[in-house]
């Protein structure tokens, strides 16, 4: 909270998703396959709020569906940052929003289940990997997930990206 006032606001998506971003195909210069997105969808959740929060958000989405989950996180990042750098006080909060990002929803999760048994199924797609990912970024400790966030993000600069 103390933080806040030092955070860029804007207006967020609020659900930036496999399910809500579209891609296509496209080449790069070198003839390789490649995907760059073509639009998003799904504005129900959006609200004003801040720059660093949309970031989190779409980390944590990206790690519930990634095959290397932290790994994930610089690559969205590299992604934003290539549009709008975040500001050293946002990169030093990243780390706790994503993992609040992930409490927040696996605990929403279980509560909306309570409420809509017949929807488990959709309602429970972060708490599949949700649980475990949190767990990993802990264990790992902010440092080292940052680390790799960061390097991942850096490398996009050279071209080379890891």
Request: hydrophobic share 40%; with cysteine; proline share 3%.
């Amino acid at each position: 909270m103390t933080k806040l006032s030092h955070f860029r606001e804007c207006i967020n998506h609020g659900d930036l998703n496999d399910h809500n971003i579209l891609m296509e195909p496209s080449k790069s210069a070198c003839g390789d396959a490649m995907y760059r997105v073509s639009g998003v969808v799904d504005f129900d959740d959006m609200s004003y709020g801040y720059y660093v929060f949309e970031v989190a958000i779409t980390i944590m989405y990206m790690m519930v569906e990634s095959k290397n989950p932290v790994q994930v996180g610089g690559h969205v990042l590299a992604g934003f940052e290539s549009i709008v750098p975040l500001t050293p006080v946002e990169r030093g909060a990243l780390f706790l929003l994503v993992c609040s990002r992930f409490c927040q929803s696996l605990v929403m999760a279980a509560y909306s289940c309570q409420l809509h048994p017949e929807n488990e199924e959709y309602l429970m797609i972060t708490a599949k990997t949700g649980w475990k990912h949190l767990q990993q970024m802990f264990d790992m400790g902010q440092k080292a997930v940052e680390e790799i966030w960061f390097d991942t993000a850096k490398s996009y600069e050279s071209g080379i990206s890891m």
